[in-house]
């Protein structure tokens, strides 16, 4: 197999979930914004509520886990990375579809840690309802008071007190925990300050109604709350929890977090690709709707350049992510860690472009409600900050290059 290959079951999941993204997405998009802003924001969608038993029927479920998570079959679809990664352009041409296949952020990555670490109590207790879309789950790693970028830094602290932990600690950008189906959060914090820098952290299961947990407000993204998903700034004071709700052991929090984050950035950059191509399709179909200086805007030779570029751009983002998801399924993610920090750099940044040039041919109309092209940007450029920023990745795949360049050299 190559890395353009699929298997023909692939492409059969492809074409069935293209099918179900015209038929039930596409048309219900206005839907969902109508009653995302009628009553109370934070209320799940009934919309969602009512096409998720549908997306069962289709065969269209929790495809994201990969065989190293999946238990010889037991959850999820099996696909690999490669497999998976068009799937992922699919969904994520419009932002709410994903959640229709429970399939989306940060759900994903909490399932696969407590698939790929969890004991088989904690997978009774929190991966099954997940599984079955039952429940939502956040992730609490980033912190207001320190730079986050860099994980070594985070102050919140996690102490062994008889059969249980105490907790302590201010996250922001907890992801889902705006939904009050939000019932756990995989929190990161340290066990051990005196360990090897590396080993002071461990990932733990805090229930989001355990005493001393409280959301204090809800984040904006350029103005948008992201309801009913949203991310909170939240505070863990003297929270308790069992011995038992421990993921894997103290001081492995990388270990987990690197096992997570692998696939979450190729979802990342292929939902990306999908949201760039969409932009390119409303750009395509604007220019040749709208009149300026006497013809066409896809009659302006900068409107056609626009299009030729974003075209290109777009195709070298899929390729350069489509490579690194076939790396990690043959070589695994340590190995395809440049690969990985290459396009977690390039995918936003390309989306950006592509997204705004799209803004820019819609005029006015582009930055307003009316189209998706505002919502798309802002949350383009989040990406440029989720899971790393630019800076991070960057170094990354320069020291990966030099320790090629040196081993090529010894």
């Known amino acids: 197999m190559t890395v353009f290959d699929v298997t023909p079951r692939a492409r059969d999941l492809r074409e069935r979930l293209t099918a179900f993204m015209q038929e039930h997405i596409y048309p219900n998009d206005a839907e969902v914004h109508r009653q995302i802003d009628t009553g109370n924001r934070w209320e799940h969608l009934p919309l969602i509520d009512q096409l998720k038993p549908r997306a069962q029927e289709a065969g269209l479920w929790n495809l994201f886990l990969p065989p190293a998570s999946s238990r010889d079959g037991k959850y999820g679809a099996g696909l690999n990375n490669l497999e998976y990664a068009g799937l992922c352009e699919i969904m994520g041409r419009v932002w709410w579809a994903p959640e229709v296949f429970n ?16 004991t088989p109590e904690q997978q009774e207790q929190w991966l099954i309802p997940l599984l079955n879309g039952e429940i939502r789950s956040a992730f609490s790693m980033t912190e207001p008071d320190v730079a986050s970028s860099d994980a070594t830094n985070i102050q919140a602290s996690i102490v062994r007190d008889s059969d249980g932990y105490v907790i302590n600690g201010d996250k922001w950008w ?90 979450g950035r190729i979802h990342h950059c292929m939902r ?25 805007l896809s009659g302006h030779q900068h409107v056609r350049e626009a299009i030729a570029h974003s075209r290109m751009e777009i195709d070298q983002a899929r390729l350069l992510t489509m490579n690194a998801a076939h790396m990690m399924d043959t070589v695994g993610n340590k190995e395809a860690r440049g690969q990985i920090a290459a396009i977690k750099v390039v995918a936003p940044n390309v989306a950006l472009r592509v997204i705004d040039r799209a803004i820019q041919v819609y005029g006015g109309a582009g930055v307003s409600q009316d189209t998706p092209l505002a919502m798309m940007y802002a949350q383009a450029r989040t990406l440029r ?26």
């Open 103 to 118: 399939c989306s952020a940060p759900d994903t990555g909490n399932m696969e840690v407590l698939a790929r670490y969890g």
């Open 174 to 263: 907890t992801s889902g925990a705006g939904d009050p189906r939000c019932k756990i959060s995989i929190f990161m914090g340290k066990t051990d300050p005196d360990a090897a820098k590396h080993l002071q952290q461990s990932m733990i299961l805090v229930p989001l109604d355990a005493p001393g947990v409280t959301k204090e407000r809800m984040l904006t993204v350029f103005g948008y709350d992201d309801a009913p998903h949203g991310h909170a700034q939240m505070t863990f004071r003297d929270v308790r929890v069992p011995a038992a709700n421990m993921l894997l052991g103290e001081g492995r929090g990388f270990e987990i977090a690197q096992g997570r984050l692998g696939p």
């Open 272 to 296: 990306l690709i999908g949201q760039a191509e969409r932009a390119l399709e409303l750009m395509i179909e604007r220019a040749g709707q709208r009149t300026a200086f006497g013809k066409p």
């Open 385 to 410: 900050l989720a899971d790393g920023p630019d800076i991070v990745h960057t170094e990354t795949v320069a020291k990966v290059e030099m320790k090629r360049h040196a081993a090529r050299q010894g």
